[in-house]
């Protein structure tokens, strides 16, 4: 089943700096290897919507969303990249049918999702869009998207999926437009060639080598073992996911402070080392147009924190304000930044330890699609009882990585997901890590309640 689509708009330029970035890193990968970039979402669709308005809100989406009809290749010189957004096209919608029974209905679902998951994009020859719809009786019940990395990053798929609903529940291309005004990846690669957008590079890649020559050079000790797959641990926390706005609103600081906060003490703490450098993943929407844009526009920021073993509450209110700098400066070319690393490193400047990564990706669904939180009176020591920590699964090894940490959310708990370097974390110290992060954000939560009670309850 295809999408005719036409009179889209069009162009050809530069690539944006995101585009470029991670078109680098998945070309430098084995064919093999470039799915796990993919960027997907399956879901099912309750009580179902019809087939025709499935696609006509799909092709409205293109019309929507330059990103998800252009394609990338390498530019004359083939040492950079442009950017092609095609006007017309077909884009073709992969289907299953199958009995309105809950069960094959999830089963294909799955296997869907899987197959179109599976593949790498060729950003040079396909759109960076492929659907999957499993149909019962005239309806979809379930629907997978896959995303090439290139087109979007985990709030442009946010985006993506919102949009898509909103589509199908009767909005126009021209409502949601006039609405939001996202801005297009030629607008954005035009800003960034200007003289504004040059600053910007310049100014957050002296932030960056900054914060590199203070950091530390090495967090963990070097090891010579063999490559090993890579654990990953999954802690889900009710307690946690509770406690870590308590103190968020007690300390001034965002939930996602709190967080980083406690994977910098934790840090310090298994490293030995108390300057803790981590790489945060930073979506960089808060830059005006980008708010509501489909693309790539997540990048590194580097955060650098002194004395990350001291008191909790203090080390959250400094993590605070050293964020806000580190998100500021998240937003340069990458190709500029490596090349001013590896010079760096050639004259011999030692520069701080790149290896630890930090990801809160809890606010990348819409609100409107996201679980919504089931509130609750359950102490936090009653709902420690319910944490779990699990190992779903093992990954390739990843050279120049000690540990990944992404912050998830379900419906009432908090999930941190690790994935580590098990010659530089083993299992234990990964179980260490992410309990002590509860243990931390917890403990605070309990400590501030306390204080407050004793406040509200008179002596005597």
């Known amino acids: 089943m295809d999408i005719s689509f036409s009179n889209g708009r069009s162009g050809s330029g530069p690539a944006t700096w995101g ?62 990249l442009r950017q092609t957004v095609d006007p017309d096209g077909l884009l073709t919608v992969h289907t299953r049918h199958c009995d309105d029974d809950p069960t094959e209905l999830a089963t294909a679902g799955s296997a869907l999702h899987r197959r179109l998951a599976a593949d790498p994009f060729d950003s040079a020859t396909d759109w960076p869009l492929r659907v999957g719809l499993v149909i019962a009786d005239g ?80 967090l963990f000790p070097p090891t010579t073992a063999e490559s090993a797959p890579f654990p990953n641990a999954l802690l889900d926390s009710p307690a946690l996911f509770r406690a870590v706005d308590l103190v968020a609103t007690a300390h001034r600081a965002s939930s996602s402070s709190v967080l980083l906060a406690a994977a910098c003490t934790m840090t310090a703490e298994l490293s030995g080392s108390p300057d803790v450098v981590i790489q945060v993943i930073v979506s960089n929407r808060f830059l005006p147009g980008l708010t509501d844009a489909v693309s790539v526009i997540a990048s590194d920021g580097m955060f650098h924190l002194p004395n990350a073993a001291g008191d909790f509450g203090e080390t959250v ?119 002590g992060i509860e243990n931390l954000v917890v403990g605070e939560a309990e400590a501030l309640a306390g204080a407050a009670e004793a406040v509200a309850v008179p002596a005597g």
């Open 19 to 80: 585009q470029q970035a991670i078109w680098d890193v998945v070309n430098r990968l084995t064919p093999a290897d470039r799915p796990r970039y993919n960027i997907t979402t399956a879901s099912p669709v309750d009580p179902g919507v019809p087939v025709q308005t499935t696609l006509d809100a799909l092709r409205d989406l293109l019309h929507l969303h330059d990103s998800l009809h252009t394609r990338l290749h390498p530019d004359e010189s083939g040492t950079g």
């Open 317 to 435: 209110r400094r993590t605070q304000a050293a964020a806000i700098a580190t998100y500021r400066h998240a937003y340069y070319e990458r190709r500029l930044l490596d090349g001013e690393i590896d010079r760096l490193t050639a004259e011999g400047v030692p520069l701080a330890d790149r290896s630890c990564i930090f990801n809160d990706t809890r606010d990348l669904l819409p609100a409107t699609l996201a679980t919504a939180p089931v509130p609750s009176s359950e102490p936090l020591d009653r709902a420690r009882e319910r944490t779990t920590l699990t190992w779903p699964t093992e990954f390739d090894p990843r050279p120049g990585l000690s540990y990944a940490l992404d912050a998830l959310q379900t419906g009432d708990a908090l999930q941190l997901a690790m994935t580590a370097d098990p010659a530089v974390l083993p299992r234990p110290a990964m179980a260490r890590f992410l309990l």
């Open 139 to 218: 309806l979809v019940r379930h629907i997978t998207l896959v995303l090439s990395h290139t087109a979007v990053d985990g709030s442009g798929m946010g985006r993506v999926i919102q949009d898509l609903t909103e589509l199908a529940l009767g909005a126009t291309p021209e409502s949601v437009r006039a609405e939001r005004s996202p801005q297009q990846p030629l607008e954005e690669a035009e800003f960034q060639r200007s003289e504004r957008g040059r600053r910007r590079d310049a100014n957050a890649r002296a932030h960056v080598l900054r914060k590199l020559r203070l950091g530390p050079p090495r």
